[in-house]
């Protein structure tokens, strides 16, 4: 055994070579073990049919071989046909000395990254909005309560003590907003779907916010005219933009800042699911803001509720993104340093036999 055959042989994470047409050409002993097939069942076939991954990767991969630069994907659910899925991180870098293969070396997730993916809202992130569902109803109640002794009160009391009252009740009516937002979660459907110009979504959208929280905010339109119609829900995509633009024109702080909204189509953007099934997610709407950028400390799990990297914040904004999303079989990734904050929101087309389904 060459020192080079005793490496791979040895390394005790699953690790493949992937030819220029994205079959196996090599594959080590704990790969094998990941995949359950011998090498020999596995050289020559198309590594994608081998391992699915629960996220698009196969365009980023493609771009990864095309610029020769490695790439990271965090997070991603890895299952390969028999077993059940594993969260992982993938580490794909070009080969050298061999254009166009590639080297992809997959590891149980242990760090989070930039690229942070929201297609199942976590189940203890479930049981959290569940409870704190709950709560928010059993509080709402005496809370109103409270609020209302309070208003009597400072009608009977001396001058300097109205602020004490004030302060009850405009502090309650803080709680209230939160109960209302962790309600929103409870009160939310599955999405009507219809055919949905998205580029009416944006428009409504920008121009709410350029009325309310996004005022001292420059919204720029850079929209592909010939995108096709999504499929979705117009009411909970709104809702989508809405709170991503609220977030932008937050971060942006009181001097304002530019958000660019763009849309464009990509054909090849496709969803893959552990258990081998996908679909095609060709409408991307990517909301851009110049802001600071998102805070390091948690920018790993913005999407998760009651996560906010601000004063006051619920930390709910994102998490009833990523709920909508995942109901529309979408996908929302963030990419973020200082000056730069994109969301990507990725989106179904309407389905081919959609209108046949409508008129029979
Ligand atoms: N465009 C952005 N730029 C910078 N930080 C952002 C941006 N969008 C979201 N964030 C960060 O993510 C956190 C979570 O957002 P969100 O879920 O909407 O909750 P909230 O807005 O209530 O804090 C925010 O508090 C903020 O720190
Ligand atoms: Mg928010």
Redesign the pocket.
Known sequence: MTPDQAIWASLPVPAFIIDPQDRIADVNSAGEGFLNASRKAVLGHPVWDQIAADAPIEEAFERARSNGTPLFVNDVDVGSGQRAPLQCALQIAPLLGQPGSMIMIISPRELAGRMTQSHTVKSAAQSAIGMAEMLAHEIKNPLAGITGAAQLLSMNIAPQDIELTDLIVEESRRIVKLLE?VEQFGNLSLPDFRPVNIHDVLDRARRSALLGFGAHMTIIEDYDPSLPLAFGDPDQLLQVVL??L???S???GGDGGTIHLRTYFEHSFRLRRSDGSGHSLPLQIE?I?D?????ED??AD??D?F????E??????????SKIVSDHDGWIS?D?VPGR?V?RLSLRRVPRDYEQEETT
Do not use: C, K, M
């Not at 802001?291 to 805070?295: F, R």
């Open positions: 937002q709170n991503l609220r977030n932008a937050e971060a942006a909301i803001d802001g600071p950028g998102l805070p948690i920018s913005i999407f509720p996560v906010s990297g601000r006051n914040g619920t930390g709910l904004g994102l998490a009833l993104v963030v973020s904050t969301f």
